[in-house]
């Protein structure tokens, strides 16, 4: 059964940080591509970043402006993804999604999605 489940969302101030992970088992996700999404209210579902399948390669959002950094452990079953996210803004107030797939930045480039875990910046 393909899962993908995020975990680390929560409330944090302006200023803080949180670190985002992403468990990805039952394919051999470690041959996958894996990125983040994200999406605010009334908003469309944007990339953030995205690694690949052998950590050799990295792309972030314009957005993100060096704030972001993004890791992954390609275990023998299991893909753990991290975002590691600092100096957070209100604008970054988003549920947050793990996805597998092509290295991209095109949400069709994703076959495999998580169901999203919510952070919130306050002012």
């Known amino acids: 059964q393909v899962q993908l489940v995020e975990s680390g969302g929560g409330l944090v101030q302006a200023g803080g940080s949180l670190r985002l992970s992403c468990a990805a088992s039952?394919?051999?996700?470690?041959?996958?591509?894996t990125g983040w999404f994200r999406q605010a209210p009334g908003k469309e579902r944007e990339f953030v970043t995205t690694?690949?399948?052998?950590?050799?390669?990295?792309?972030?959002a314009d957005f993100v402006e060096g704030r972001f950094t993004i890791s992954r452990d390609n275990a023998k079953n299991t893909v753990f993804l991290h975002l590691q996210m600092s100096s957070l803004k209100p604008e970054d107030t988003a549920v947050y999604y793990c996805?597998?797939?092509?290295?991209?930045?095109?949400?069709?480039?994703?076959?495999?999605w998580g169901q999203g875990t919510q952070v919130t910046v306050s002012a």
């Open positions: 690694i690949s399948s052998s950590g050799n390669n990295t792309d972030y």
């Open positions: 039952g394919r051999t996700f470690s041959n996958y591509a």
């Open positions: 996805a597998a797939g092509q290295y991209g930045r095109r949400r069709t480039d994703y076959k495999y």
